[in-house]
């Protein structure tokens, strides 16, 4: 079935190889890193030069979420039970769908700070779920999106799959402007054509209230 889009995404972009239930995909738990050593620790090194937290949100997350030193207070939302329960250094877990429901049960600037490691891909409604991580952090607030060049083509979006690296980076930057978010960065954190997993990086920063 095909999702509605938002913003400036062509009819069709949000399409996926295999439209089923992500409970049902992800139902079987997945103990694994989908980066190689290189790439997590990349994804560790920006999170502490951001210096992010005290209160952080792991959007799409899994049993481990990268960070050198784990912010005070870290709450992990996924889609399977066992890995979020399997991560130690989560402080609170949820369970939850955002393909299916993008609303996220927190309160208002509730986080410091939110992080979405190689999930971005999979977002089949993504101005609506970044909007909604917009609301839920304060003014201030960064999301920092990281990926590489690894997926499940079936559960990634068509114009995702389609893109080339700046393509992807255009992407994520547009999902953050139309969420409501400012500032937007982008970097290369390890550059393709090397011998270990590429690391891209996009984030933005919620603006001031009346900003």
Known sequence: MSV???GPFPPGFFDRADPGPDTSFYAVPRLVTHIDEGAVAAVGALYEELALGPRVLDVCSSWVSHFRRP???LTVLGLNAAELDANAAAEHRVVADLNE?????FAD???????????VDYLVRPVEVFAEVARVLRPGGRFVCTWSDRCFPTKA???WLEADDRGRLATV???LRLGGFADVQRA???PPGGPGDPLWACWGTVPPAGG
């Open 4 to 6: 509605p889009s938002a």
């Open 71 to 73: 912010p005070e207070h």
């Open 101 to 105: 429901d993008p609303r996220l049960p």
């Open 109 to 119: 600037a509730a986080f410091d700070d939110a992080v979405c490691c190689v999930s």
């Open 157 to 159: 979006v068509r114009g």
């Open 173 to 175: 930057a547009a999902y």
């Open 188 to 190: 290369v954190r390890v």
